[in-house]
Antibody, heavy 119, light 106 residues
Framework: EVQLVQSGAEVKKPGESLKISCKAS????????IAWVRQEPGKGLEWMAI????????TYNPSFQGLVTISVDKSIDTAYLQWSSLKASDTAMYYC????????????WGQGTLVTVSS | EIVMTQSPVTLSVSLGERATLSCRAS??????LAWYQQRPGQAPRLLIY???TRATGVPARFSGSGSGTEFTLTISSLQSEDFAVYYC??????????FGPGTRLD
């Protein structure tokens, strides 16, 4: 069974750094792209960025470029989303998703990681 | 950048009724259009891809149609578990692979 299991909820203060994870299982991790999707409270879905585990080829939504960094560790089949300096506006649910190519739909979703940034 | 719109924002329907949800793209996305369902408190899940192909395990009461810029998701006979938010997504042109704003079934 394909699974994407994300790290648990986080509560952080503005200015702090954070790295959340997405552990893949049930398939060949290098064979699929991993993307990240943001959902602010009560809002819709926003595509943030995508990465190819084989070579870490990465593409960002211009709206998120420079604000977050995505990466992978192929040795442990895990993808990451990180912030160097959080803002209150980063408060949201973040989902990792799997796609077979860079231009495709997402057939598997993580359960989501809720990030709350508050002073 | 392709912009996706969905209508209506909210659709009030009853059990057993037919629901028709619309999705429009600001330019052609060919057949690169997917639909996702998000139940309250859950992650979204893939329903339809390639405009009309149901994902694994999706009941036959869900169907997709359309081409180019105009797309439709139809639920033929609503069940209680279908009351959710539905998003369309284009994956024809990147970045970003835009999602629509969603339609809520009430």
């Amino acid at each position: 069974e394909v699974q994407l299991v994300q790290s648990g909820a986080e509560v952080k203060k503005p200015g702090e750094s954070l790295k959340i994870s997405c552990k893949a299982s049930g398939y060949s991790f290098p064979s699929y792209w991993i993307a990240w999707v943001r959902q602010e409270p009560g809002k819709g879905l926003e595509w943030m960025a995508i990465i190819y585990p084989v070579d870490s080829d990465t593409t960002y939504n211009p709206s998120f470029q420079g604000l977050v960094t995505i990466s992978v560790d192929k040795s442990i089949d895990t993808a990451y989303l990180q912030w160097s300096s959080l803002k209150a506006s980063d408060t949201a649910m973040y989902y990792c998703v799997r796609g077979s190519t860079i231009t495709t739909f997402y057939d598997s979703w993580g359960q989501g990681t809720l990030v709350t940034v508050s002073s | 950048e392709i912009v996706m719109t969905q209508s209506p924002v909210t659709l009030s329907v009853s059990l057993g009724e037919r629901a028709t949800l619309s999705c429009r793209a600001s330019q052609s996305v060919n057949s690169n259009l997917a639909w996702y369902q998000q139940r309250p408190g859950q992650a979204p899940r893939l329903l339809i891809y390639g405009v009309s192909t149901r994902a694994t395990g999706v009941p036959a009461r869900f169907s997709g149609s359309g081409s180019g810029t105009e797309f439709t998701l139809t639920i033929s006979s609503l069940q209680s578990e279908d009351f959710a938010v539905y998003y369309c997504q284009q994956y024809n042109q990147w970045p970003p692979f835009a999602f629509g704003p969603g339609t809520r079934l009430d």
